[in-house]
């Protein structure tokens, strides 16, 4: 061994559901950040851990896969990163993190990182849960089996993170500890022919001068190079190689994936028997009996809905006293600021445009935090992969199947890890038909904006004596969302992405129990992210648009506030001076507002907004949301808080919508306003950080302009046809 480098690198491997992040999280405990992979849009987790006799070593956590093989951008990024392809770094040790309860799957995978020489060390996870259905596993034959060290561990019980961390510390000082033979060797004479064709083309600096991993590239380059992958930085050589290998192999009537896939399972058969012992005949595991409830075409369907709907009346009623609180809070600190500060420029901005706007977006946290813990349960759970399921169903009617859902579920979260997330779907056709209705689904950042609407225009009653109005209508919008998704996925699916439907391929993992301190950090990690987004862009855009709402200052106005008040004062007694006092008040900060540069623009588009029943207000808010959605709050902070009478003292933006009038006095929200509104933020695709993910993983803004173009549209006919035909019935 050479001299050493210091740190080390550790990096954690495994088929998704295996424990892998728990562990991770286990090994370096808070000291951990997520970041992305150079030059790729996905999340990156990397930690320290400190090793007996080595001191700290850098921990990254790989993204689970199945394999090795890869057809997709994504699914390449495991290779690179675990055999050190070019930019990556090979890894000092690879931490192979097995389920102890699917051993056969999982060692594919292992056999694949030891074929490519990086040394390796086992953590064979979940040994409890395979002896509570009566099976056990021989360590040490398992170890003597695979040639590499092997340690029991239970990453949800903190069960041997020492050892696990010793042995790696081991292989670490001595790498050929965690090096072994090939498990498997190719016998057929025409597959050595293809290997010894491709090894010839890989490239010496994917190799290093080892002959076991030149070979270990030429099977996967068999494997995953054809005329339909989307893999970068393939040399041509080695495309014309497996081009030619792949030719050969269908003139004599072979298969490469069966002879090379075919033969590391048939060693895995053979050698199971040897270190797995079953002890008894178990019946019908927990898993399973779950499962003949929760994925029956009838049951299945209706548990998720109700489970659905307690999520989003919970949204409701858990976190209205945590926003009481928050409102609390800043309404005191913008009091705090105004008593401190004397009037003009500089109270102005801080109290109208920073608090009022950054706050009436902050006041929602609670809410969006409780959104992201359910996500992160029903994920750690396994009852994710369970809707998966059940929307394929559905969603093969469409012309995909339900790991299409996924994304779409994560969706609910936010759009733009949703749109990266369609990285692990093979074909191009299916990411971005995906993409194009990610948008679609009722993300978090739409929930202040229906949070506020529905908490400020409909009251807390109740249908039917137990059902709530405000949760039940939550759980519509979730529900319209939803639907129109669908139907735009079968619209899309038939005319500008049509192509024929993959059959479903999706792990259903055992039933767990959740996590709490994973899930926790989950969303801490997420709400962390809104706020830094509220921090940024949001403050920015709140800043922006309290400029063009206060300025130009001291702009012409048609009427003489001053010689009103001049007349008001000579001509009325006392009692009637202060009502007249405030009525001209209240009309000169309209005035002053509808002469703003946002003013002007809100006026502007009016004629085009107002069939849906929004007025120019409304349309000042509709353009800052297009910087991201939950702006549009922030903007009717700004925009009421600038507008609000001078006696009426501290107010909720809620309260201020209520209030809202037009010159004629009638309401200008009204129940009707609210739903059409909602339906617009339904539909319309206002986020440019989405636009720009798309951007990213399709190289063109092509795609991002039909998006923005056809979901715009779709929100205002949606909405006209909503308002308007409220109106013809008699609504108002």
């Known amino acids: 061994m050479g001299e050493a480098r210091l740190p080390f690198r550790v990096a954690l491997a495994g088929n998704p559901n295996t424990g892998k992040t728990t562990l991770f999280n286990r090994l370096t405990g808070s000291d951990q950040k997520v970041g ?58 690879v931490v192979q993190v097995l389920d102890a309860t699917q051993l056969s799957r999982n060692l594919y995978l292992l056999l694949q990182i030891i074929e490519t020489g990086v040394p390796v060390v086992v953590a064979l996870n979940m040994t409890d849960m395979l002896a509570a259905r009566g099976e056990a596993i021989d360590v040490p034959a398992l170890e003597q089996q695979l040639g590499v060290p092997v340690v029991a561990v ?98 004599d009537n072979r298969e490469l994936e069966s002879e090379v896939i075919g033969g590391r399972y048939r060693w895995i058969d053979e050698h199971l028997p040897t270190f797995l012992e079953q002890r008894s005949t178990p019946g019908p595991s927990r898993t399973e009996r779950l499962d003949a409830i929760l994925l029956h075409p009838a049951s299945g369907f ?26 609390g809070v800043f309404g005191t600190f913008g009091e705090a600021i105004e008593d401190a500060l004397l009037p003009g420029f500089l109270r102005d901005f801080l109290v109208n ?80 038909l995906t993409m194009m209705v990610v948008p679609l689904m009722t993300c978090s950042a739409r929930l202040p904006v229906y949070s506020l609407i529905i908490a400020a225009l409909f009251p807390p009653a109740q249908i039917f004596g137990f059902v709530p109005v405000q949760g039940l209508l939550m759980v519509a ?26 059959p479903l391929i999706l792990e259903l993992p055992p039933y767990r129990r959740p996590h709490l301190p994973t899930v926790l950090r989950m969303v801490a990690q997420r709400g962390a992210v809104f706020v830094r987004e509220a921090g940024s ?97 922030s903007t009717m902070g700004v925009v009421y808080g600038l507008g609000a009478e001078e006696d009426e003292g501290s107010h909720t933006l809620r309260e201020s919508i209520r209030r809202a009038t037009h010159a004629d006095g009638r ?25 720009a993910a798309v951007r990213r993983e399709t190289h063109t803004w092509r795609w991002p302009a039909f998006m923005l173009v056809y979901m715009t549209a779709l929100a205002w006919c949606a909405s006209f046809l909503l308002y308007q035909g409220g109106l013809w019935l008699g609504f108002s």
């Open 36 to 93: 992305n992979y150079p030059g790729i849009t996905v999340d990156r987790h990397t930690g320290h851990m400190r090793l007996p006799g080595i001191g700290h070593v850098d921990v990254l956590d790989v993204p689970g896969a199945y394999s090795l093989s890869a057809r997709s951008p994504e699914e390449q990024l495991a290779i690179q990163t675990i055999a050190g392809i070019p930019p990556y770094p090979t890894p000092d040790v």
């Open 154 to 251: 239970s990453a949800l019980h903190r069960q041997g993170l020492a050892e696990l961390s010793g042995r790696v510390a081991e292989v670490l000082a001595n790498p050929d500890l965690g090096r072994t033979n090939w498990r498997w060797q190719p016998q057929d004479g025409a597959l050595l022919e293809d290997m010894a064709l491709v090894s010839a083309a890989v490239p010496e600096s994917w190799c290093r001068g080892s002959l076991s991993r030149r070979r270990s590239f030429s099977l996967w380059a068999l494997l995953s190079i054809d005329d339909a992958d989307e893999l970068s930085a393939v040399p041509e050589d080695l495309r014309n190689a497996v081009a030619a290998a792949r030719a050969s192999a269908t003139r």
């Open 302 to 327: 209706l548990i998720f809905l109700a489970l659905m709907g307690v999520v989003f009346q919970t949204l409701f009623s858990g976190a209205d006293p945590a926003i009481a609180f928050v409102e």
């Open 353 to 432: 445009g920073v608090v009022a706007g950054v706050g009436s977006v902050l006041v929602f946290l609670p809410q969006i935090l409780l959104l992201f813990l359910f996500i992160g349960l029903m994920e750690d759970t396994g009852y994710m992969a369970r809707v998966a399921f059940l929307m394929d169903r559905i969603m093969k009617s469409l012309g995909l199947h339900g790991r299409a859902f996924v994304p779409m579920m994560s969706g609910f979260a936010c759009a733009v890890p949703a749109i990266m997330a369609t990285r692990t779907m093979e074909r191009r056709r299916d990411r971005f």
């Open 477 to 502: 919008m979730y529900l319209f969302s939803t639907v129109v998704a669908l139907l735009a996925l079968a619209v899309l699916g038939r005319t500008i992405f049509r192509g024929p439907r993959v």
């Open 537 to 633: 862009v949001i403050l920015v855009c709140t800043i922006g648009l309290w400029f063009l709402l206060s300025h130009p200052i001291n702009p012409p106005l048609a009427t003489d506030y001053d010689a009103l008040r001049v007349a008001a004062t000579s001509n009325l007694e006392t009692a009637a001076l202060e009502e007249r006092l405030a009525t001209i008040s209240s009309e000169e900060t309209g005035a002053l507002l509808r002469a703003s540069y946002a003013g002007r623009v809100g006026q502007a588009i009016e004629p085009v907004i107002e069939p849906l029943g929004f007025d120019w207000k409304i349309g000042v808010g509709l353009i800052g949301a297009f910087a991201a959605r939950e702006v549009f709050v």
């Open 667 to 691: 309401p200008v929200y009204t129940p009707l306003v609210g739903l059409s509104l909602m339906v617009f933020f339904a539909l319309a695709c206002q986020c440019m950080a989405t636009l």
